[in-house]
């Protein structure tokens, strides 16, 4: 039989106890019983002179456990002894007994190492330390992915202004939208020139990066160390993260949180996208957020027609705006120029360098030259008559479309306005050179608080193309181009005619029945002239007083036809046409031409024919441009149209309507055209000998002077007041004495202003006349101007003198008061409550050129029309 089936021999002494008697010899640190191969050797090594026993031998599944339990090293007696079977190492423990310690989990100092070798690392445990360290932050990082989420975008980000265009298309201001100068634009409007050159200079990774580009980080930080380009650390996903989710402030938890959401909106949105939220939120100097608004500051364009050398140019902004702007000093003068060359030629080598460029197109633009800026203008500046404009504009929108008044605040709109900019400098300039020349406060205490509204109007269309405003829009808040409750006296007379013509005046016997006039119709022109109902019989007041209208200076015209008592203004045969005809068919009538129902146009009484009403310097035009049109009436309109983000949400229907017949407008002009040629406008002649209609207006107390007139291609009217502003409570002024005059009329100051505008903005106007009128109408005959007078229907009770009382008749005339009668700068009281006279406690007033109407609102009163659309906001639905 094989050795190797030999059974094995039993244990002496028997199972458990020679088991613990073993053990026990283990843990006291005997040495462990030699192999069967030696016992007869070791024999007398016994303190007993008797053998040990040899442990029993179990096959070689539990020697190979028993080596694993004691270790790969033998124990250094086991080795010496040698001897065994197969050399098998027996246990052994430290000193030569048991077995060895089990080994630690980080063996570190290490064990079996002495002096300074301890404590040196082994490569597995450094290498163990670094993969724990990125498990570590990966983990970590992974949580932190998990727990942030992308917050919603700052306000500020999105707040935007508005950009108002002049009818040319230039930019003509950017306003409202908060305090940022920002225009939002979608990429498609920004070129990819200008893309290009964003991406090489400041992360040309962007398309294929996750939003983080650590080595990105690494080369920038080397860089500005070696003293090369400073470049950003940032992708321009995190700087588009940090400007529309974050704020500015340097903290660490502020980076950390950025570079977390820039991984998740780096994997989650479209790039064209983040770099289009990069470009239209970052700060390129001179107030400007976003490549729209820097385009237009820089280069006052908008941002899809830059070239790709501005593009460049204002790319290197994004790296410093103070530092790169050629009209900044710095250090030195000249060293942003020379700093902003050298960015703005880098910026082109680096496109050409990672691919975005070619070689021949950067040659190109090197032989070009640096595209260098205009010189820094305020975007938002509001003054003079810009500020004007944008409220005109607005009102008009908030009227007119869906956009709600906190929607066009919120900003982002391009409006496109009908204003002309050459237009209104020459209106503004005509104004400013007229007062200039009359007016002289420091000298004269009355020529204080004078003030000037214009509009200017073109027939054809509606489009208001200029209108003066006041002195300037951050000092004189309210528009006197728009309703200021002021009376236009006497330019109203042209709708009492047209109402006459139109309409014609009604049978004394039977209303039913009526007859259209002739401008060659007679009336009585002479002064005081009793006034009469239209069948004849005595207009009495409410108190049961008589009226007797004044004319201008207490003139007696004698009997006169109606086209003359319009050249020389003549009072009493209008108020008594206007009887004739119907103050309300009157009114009617206006309102078809233009003018609107406002509140100064509810009191229809006598004098309403004489120009008590007050619609605005804009509204005035508008009507008088439906007479140049030939009757067709457009509503006056400032807006073209307004766009965001590429959608238009307005664009203005051409809408025209018959306010008249032809033939009734055109005879209108005709007797307009003879007040210009030989009447009371004739200081608003053209040099040129182009063809003018036009009409003066004077009101009662001398509180308001006006022209209005017309070409064939615009109408445009002048008024002139004078209201302290800045008083609690606001009243018209006296005029007498104003520019050194005895009295203001509308052939004065305002036909000045009117006639020089008008010469300049008719320039290169091709001289069209207005069309021959055609007999129209009967002569008719007023009381006292019939060839065969008829009897007045009178009532028994004897006439009376003229009532005083103002507010719903008119009244007589008193002396008129001098020059001296008015506010002087310590009376108080005169500045805050003066105007209008011949109210409750005050007399008639002064017999102008036109009437003694009631007393007029001060502006932006409770009856007011607010403004020459209507509404409280200025406007009519």
């Not at 009409?695 to 064939?712: E, L, Q, V």
Request: hydrophobic share 30%.
């Amino acid at each position: 039989m094989s050795e190797h089936r030999r059974k094995p021999p039993q244990p002496q002494g028997g199972g458990r106890a020679a088991a613990r008697r073993a053990a026990q010899q283990q843990s006291s640190g005997r040495r462990a019983a030699p192999s069967r191969g030696s016992s007869m050797a070791s024999a007398s090594a016994s303190p007993s002179g008797v053998p040990e026993q040899e442990p029993p031998y179990q096959g070689r599944a539990a020697a190979r456990r028993a080596a694993q339990r004691g270790g790969r090293r033998r124990a250094p007696e086991a080795a010496a002894a040698g001897g065994g079977r197969g050399g098998r190492r027996s246990g052994g423990g430290a000193g030569g007994g048991g077995y060895p310690p089990k080994k630690r989990f980080i063996d570190y100092p290490r064990a079996g190492k002495d002096g300074a070798r301890r404590w040196v690392p082994s490569w597995r445990l450094v290498l163990g330390s670094c993969l724990g360290f990125i498990a570590f932050v990966l983990g970590l990082s992974g949580i932190a992915l998990a727990y942030v989420d992308v917050p919603n975008p700052q306000k500020l980000a999105g707040v935007q202004k508005n950009v108002y265009y002049w009818s040319d298309n230039k930019q003509m201001v950017v306003a409202g939208g908060g305090e940022l100068n920002r225009q939002i634009v979608p990429i498609s409007q920004i070129p990819k020139s200008m893309q290009n050159a964003v991406i090489s200079a400041e992360n040309a990774s962007f398309e294929t990066d996750s939003g983080v580009d650590p080595m990105g980080i690494a080369r920038a930080v080397v860089k500005m160390a070696m003293g090369g380009e400073t470049q950003s650390g940032s992708t321009i996903t995190q700087q588009y993260v940090k400007n529309t989710y974050l704020n500015q402030e340097q903290t660490l938890k502020r980076k950390i949180t950025e570079l977390f959401i820039s991984i998740k909106v780096g994997a989650s949105e479209p790039k064209p996208k983040i770099l289009a939220g990069y470009l239209n939120t970052a700060y390129y100097g001179r107030g400007a957020y976003g490549i729209q608004a820097a385009s237009r500051a820089f280069y006052n364009k908008d941002s899809e027609d830059l070239t790709t050398s501005e593009g460049a140019f204002l790319s290197s902004l994004l790296n410093g705006p103070n530092l790169y702007d050629p009209y900044v000093t710095t250090e030195s003068e000249g060293a942003n120029l020379k700093r902003a060359k050298a960015r703005w030629a880098w910026t082109l080598d680096r496109e050409v360098e990672v691919g975005r460029l070619s070689k021949a197109k950067r040659a190109q633009i090197a032989k070009e030259g640096f595209p260098r800026p205009r010189p820094p203008k305020k975007a938002m500046d509001l003054r003079g008559q810009k500020g004007y404009l944008v409220d005109l504009a607005n009102n008009y929108i908030t009227a007119n479309t869906d956009i709600s008044e906190a929607e066009l605040k919120k900003g982002g709109y391009a409006i496109h306005t009908t204003f002309d900019r050459k237009k209104m400098g020459e209106l503004t300039k005509a104004v400013e050179n007229v007062s200039k020349k009359a007016l002289k406060p420091n000298q004269r205490a009355v020529d204080k608080y004078v003030q000037f509204g214009g509009a200017s109007v073109e027939p054809k269309t509606g489009k208001i193309v200029a209108i003066y405003g006041g002195k300037d829009a951050t000092e004189h808040y309210t528009n006197n181009a728009d309703y200021t409750g002021v009376q236009v006296g006497s330019t109203f007379k042209p709708f009492v005619l047209a109402a006459a013509m139109d309409k014609g005046v009604r049978d004394p016997n039977n209303p039913a029945v009526r007859t259209p006039v002739s401008p060659s119709s007679m009336y009585n022109g002479d002064n005081k002239v009793r006034l009469l109902n239209y069948d004849r019989t005595v207009w009495h007041d409410r108190d049961g007083k008589e009226w007797h209208q004044a004319n201008d200076g207490n003139e007696d015209k004698g009997r006169i036809s109606l086209r003359t008592a319009m050249q020389y203004s003549v009072n009493t045969p209008y108020i008594q046409l206007g009887m004739d005809v119907g103050t309300d068919v009157v009114k009617q009538e206006a309102i078809a031409a233009g003018l609107r129902d406002d509140n100064s146009m509810a009191r229809t009484t006598p004098t309403f024919s004489l120009g008590t009403s007050a619609p605005s310097a804009i509204r005035l035009a508008g009507a008088y441009a439906t007479f140049a049109a030939s009757g067709e009436q457009t509503d006056p309109y400032s807006v073209e149209s307004v766009t965001k983000d590429g959608t238009n949400y307005y664009k203005h229907p051409s809408k025209t309507k018959t306010a008249f017949d032809p033939n009734v407008a055109n005879n209108v002009t005709d007797v307009l055209k003879n007040v210009v040629k030989k009447g009371t406008g004739t200081a608003a002649q053209l040099p040129d000998g182009r063809e003018a209609a036009g009409k003066t207006g004077t009101t009662d107390d001398n509180k308001s002077a006006w022209f209005a007139g017309y070409t064939k291609q615009l109408a445009t009217t002048v008024g002139m007041w004078r209201v302290n502003d800045q008083a609690k409570s606001q009243r018209f002024l006296k005029m007498y004495g104003v520019g050194g005059e005895e009295k203001i009329h509308g052939a004065s100051f305002p036909s000045q202003i009117w006639r020089d505008y008008m010469m300049q903005a008719m320039q290169g106007q091709p001289m069209e006349a207005f069309p021959q009128p055609q007999p129209i109408g009967k002569v008719v005959y007023g009381e006292s101007a019939s060839p065969t007078p008829t009897p007045t229907k009178t009532e028994d009770k004897p006439s009376e003198e003229p009532s005083e009382e103002p507010s719903e008749s008119p009244s007589e005339s008193t002396p008129s008061p001098s020059a001296s009668d008015t506010c002087s700068p310590w009376d108080l009281g005169c500045k805050d409550n003066g105007g209008q006279d011949g109210g409750p406690t005050g007399g008639p007033g002064d017999p102008g050129d036109e009437t003694s109407p009631p007393e007029t609102e001060p502006p932006g009163g409770d009856d007011g029309g607010g403004g020459f659309f209507g509404g409280p906001d200025g406007f009519e639905n």
